[in-house]
């Protein structure tokens, strides 16, 4: 984990910047799943446009996060972030000043809160630049926990909610975002190893590299079904259990906390195991869970527990995940982490409409829950099956100095 060899091996103030803006970014990114319940009392959306509208930021997250792909390669890490601030910062205002009047509206701020979604692309780059083989899983489990900032957001939105409007909400999340692009400006640095721009079809040759697409998909189902979860559990325990809006957000909140907390534990376990054996872990715990939670337990608590179980099983995930695509992709980085994290936040969109539709056409979550368990499966047989070509090519010893 953390010693004094990765406190020497990179540069600290950066690691700590990229994580607070990932923090911040995540925190407003998902903010609709929270608020949804006092949103569509208000707007008078179905089950079906509830899922859709928090879905929508995580579709736009994960599409703009190829787009930061490519400007962290172009424009370094740094400044792709200061621009992707900039741009949530003054959509949140705008969309407070205007004010929002319809489920239409409602998705265009979903596009906006989509840029500080792509903030993962630029995050991760910017730390793991910094740092050597075998410290990435650590150095981006740092960076990576930033996803915690959905805890914040299902913890407070919906308190703030009922004392000030949902409207002033999205105002006030304009501060704290504030906050985290001065910290950002002071103390993020590009570090000095960064590899030069790569021309339109360098991007492109990488997806014609099979392990390029089997990170995109175990990402699509780790980090999907965390960002999924956390854009809907609010919903969830709204509609199954009549839990009010703050006591779904606080369920919700748990559940996220777990997840977030655990993606560090996901890198250093990667590390000291090898990512391969944390993924097949984790996609096993998650699938038997996902499954026993679709069969809507008779206690809200009992599906608490289960659900808390699953985000610490997928928040590990991404954890491990991110260890290996560094030591495949060194070179690649940029343009990978837009590609993987675009995959995760277009796992998340599924999961979150599925979920919505699966309610509104059967009355019932199941369907949607046992897909994406049947994914977690199919990725753990994926990984299964090419572990061994993995371990002897660019996993062996003597070609890289992480466990694979």
């Not at 376990?269 to 990512?275: M, N, Q, S, T, Y």
Request: overall charge positive.
């Amino acid at each position: 984990m953390i010693n004094r060899d990765f406190l020497k091996a990179g540069h600290l103030p950066t690691l700590l910047a990229a994580f607070f803006y990932f923090d911040m970014s995540f925190m407003v990114w998902v903010m609709l799943g929270p608020l949804a319940v006092q949103m569509s009392a208000d707007l008078h959306l179905s089950p079906a446009q509830k899922g859709f509208m928090v879905a929508v930021p995580v579709l736009a997250g994960a599409l703009l996060r190829v787009v930061n792909g490519i400007l962290v390669d172009r424009l370094k890490p740094r400044r792709a972030g200061l621009i992707g601030q900039v741009v949530v910062i003054v959509g949140l205002v705008a969309a407070w000043s205007i004010g929002l009047d319809s489920y239409h509206d409602a998705l265009w701020l979903g596009l906006v809160l989509g840029v500080a979604g792509a903030s993962f692309a630029v995050a991760l780059p910017l730390a793991s630049r910094w740092y050597p083989p075998q410290f990435q899983g650590t150095a981006l489990g740092i960076a990576g926990a930033g996803n915690s900032g959905t805890v914040f957001a299902a913890l407070l939105a919906p308190g703030l909610a009922a004392w000030i409007g949902w409207q002033n909400v999205i105002g006030l999340a304009a501060a704290p975002l504030a906050v985290a692009f001065v910290v950002y400006l002071l103390a993020a640095k590009d570090a000095p190893s960064a590899p030069p721009p790569k021309t339109w079809v360098e991007y492109l040759a990488v997806l014609k590299v099979s392990d390029a697409w089997w990170f995109m998909f175990f990402y699509a189902v780790t980090f999907g079904g965390f960002v999924g979860l956390a854009s809907s559990l609010s919903i969830y325990f709204n509609s199954e259990y009549g839990l009010s809006a703050v006591h779904a957000g606080y369920f919700t909140a748990g559940c996220v906390f777990a997840g977030s907390l655990v993606r560090p534990v996901g890198g250093a376990l990667a590390d000291r195991v090898g990512g391969i054996r944390a993924l097949s872990i984790m996609y096993s715990i998650a699938a038997l869970v996902l499954v026993l939670v679709s069969f809507r337990p008779e206690s809200a608590a009992t599906a608490l527990s289960l659900f808390v179980v699953a985000m610490l099983a997928f928040g590990m995930g991404n954890g491990s995940v991110f260890q290996l695509v560094p030591q495949r992709f060194r070179h690649e980085i940029g343009v990978m982490t837009g590609l993987v994290g675009m995959t995760g936040g277009v796992g998340g969109f599924y999961l979150a409409s599925s979920l919505g539709m699966s309610k509104q056409l059967t009355g019932s979550y199941q369907a949607g829950l046992l897909l994406f368990a049947a994914l977690a499966v199919v990725a753990l047989v994926g990984l299964t099956g090419i572990k061994h070509r993995w371990r002897t090519t660019w996993g062996a010893v003597g070609v890289t100095t992480a466990r694979i």
